[in-house]
């Protein structure tokens, strides 16, 4: 891993922790263009849809809780974790009544979880991208905590949905949400703000590389011409 890589990761953490956390995270979705809104919500549909009545799930980067509050609708117990206080502060008192649906402050690739704990594990809206942490560590420490035969689901962002993508993070920045785009560093999936934000994504292939370094043949599917979700079900690892 390479030291320029290295330095990103370790700023992509401290940007979601120290700067885009809590009520600017979720303005940061309160400004999304129409079309990114069908995207949030068809992810979350195609999520819900993998989940079980009896799931108890574990969700990586809950932020304020947007994504994890529809799970718990539908799962019998959710929790969401993140590295960010004032997120995971948020995402309680957004808690819904009558629904289990716990918050954590914890790092996704250090989980204070028993191995085999949860149903399904889920890393959702380019989380695998945008947490800025080594994607190997990351698939690794959630396949730990995944059950035999439970379910690991990532997503990250269709390449055709560049266009609508690339929109929202103009209208975050015309909101002070993050720095201006930096439009000659940005493309080929990557974006680039003027104040060090990068996120790129996974396609299709770079997600099948990936897992095949656990010896996991993945299934690969697109979803509202947006999202690509990777979905791995946990053989028993002797």
């Known amino acids: 891993m390479g030291t320029d890589f290295k330095v ?16 600017r995270l979720q303005r940061c979705y309160e400004v999304a263009p129409p079309r990114v809104q069908q995207y949030l919500e068809a992810e979350i549909l195609h999520a819900v849809s993998r989940l079980h009545p009896t799931d108890t799930v574990l969700e990586l980067g809950c932020g304020y809780g947007r994504i994890a509050r529809r799970l ?15 997120s995971i502060a948020l995402a309680q008192q ?11 402050l914890m790092d996704a690739l250090a989980l204070a979880f028993t191995a085999n704990a949860f149903d399904a594990v889920l890393c959702l809206q380019n989380g695998i991208c945008a947490f800025g942490i080594d994607q190997e560590s990351l698939l690794r420490e959630a396949l730990r905590v ?34 201006g785009i930096d439009y000659a560093a940005s493309g080929n999936g990557v974006i680039v703000c003027q ?13 099948r590389s990936l897992c095949s370094r656990f010896g996991l043949d993945p299934k690969i599917t697109e ?6 979700f990777c979905e791995i079900v946990r053989p028993s690892f002797k």
């Open 146 to 179: 995944t059950r035999d035969g439970g379910t690991l689901l990532c997503s990250t962002y269709a390449d055709r949905f560049w266009d609508h993508r690339l929109a929202w993070f103009e209208a975050q920045a015309a909101a002070e949400m993050v720095g």
């Open 195 to 207: 104040d060090g934000f990068r996120a790129g994504r996974l396609t299709p292939q770079e997600c």
């Open 8 to 23: 990103i990761m370790v700023f992509m953490t401290g940007y979601y922790t120290e700067k885009l956390s809590g009520r």
């Open 94 to 104: 957004l808690r819904e009544p009558g629904y289990h649906c716990d918050y954590l």
């Open 223 to 228: 979803v509202d011409e947006s999202s690509v």
């Open 72 to 86: 718990a609708h539908v799962a019998q117990h959710v929790i969401g974790v993140d590295t960010a206080s004032e």
